[in-house]
């Protein structure tokens, strides 16, 4: 979960491994792999993600003449992308200079802004265009929040969004990794369905939670 986005220390990190395992193989001739890890992160705001290739040309140097076979642990870099939260406008609300758009959805659903700040692109789904790449300029800041009962219950805070109404549904990119996962039923709110989708087909990967699977 680092979310590296700067390939440099793979190729040092790399380097100093395939260093000691140089020293090792004439007295360890079981070694057979080097694990280089993972953290490769994913675009989620206005940092562009290395390709493949830019991590290949920093480690490869390092490794080819080693003879072993090499390890990876993508992680996020596979999924999180590939991940969408839909959530629907319940109301919107003022209070003094602040304004909040509440909808259904809640920290149980999605914890990382509220755990330790994780940013996520939120747009409506029709309506007004394609979402920007990072903030959006020229739009009034709202905090997009949930329905449970904690302070902590947010998706994003002053983030610029077009005006929309109750009913209509948002998007939360960047959720397929470290979303579902870390959901929990918290407050008795049941999950959310997983569907997946593939150009005008879907099927339902997990089914909606009901109250009945909470007791």
């Avoid at 902590?152 to 397929?176: M, Q, S, T, Y």
């Avoid at 339902?204 to 109250?211: H, L, S």
């Amino acid at each position: 979960g680092s979310q590296i986005t700067d390939v440099t220390p793979y190729g040092e990190a790399v380097g100093r491994v395939a260093d000691l395992a140089r020293r090792l193989q004439p007295d360890a001739p079981d070694l057979a792999s080097l694990d280089m890890g993972g953290g490769f992160g994913i675009f989620y705001k206005d940092r562009r993600a290395p390709s493949f290739e830019e991590y290949a040309r920093v480690v490869r140097p390092h490794v080819k003449d080693l003879g072993l076979k090499l390890l990876m642990e993508p992680g996020r870099v596979l999924v999180g992308n590939a991940g969408v939260m839909l959530t629907r406008v319940l109301y919107r609300k003022q209070a003094g200079a602040k304004r909040f758009v509440i909808v259904d959805a809640g920290m149980n659903d999605l914890i990382r802004p509220s755990l330790y700040g994780g940013w996520h692109r939120i747009w409506p789904v029709v309506g007004h265009g394609a979402p920007p790449v990072g903030e959006a300029d020229g739009l009034a800041p709202v905090d997009i929040v949930g329905p449970v009962c904690e302070s902590g219950d947010f998706l994003a805070k002053d983030r610029p969004l077009p005006e929309v109404a109750a009913g209509e549904l948002l998007a939360v990119f960047g959720v397929g990794a470290y979303g579902f996962t870390m959901s929990s039923t918290y407050n008795a709110r049941p999950r959310p369905p997983e569907v997946l989708v593939d150009g005008a087909r879907f099927a339902v990967a997990r089914r909606r939670e009901t109250y009945d699977d909470l007791v």
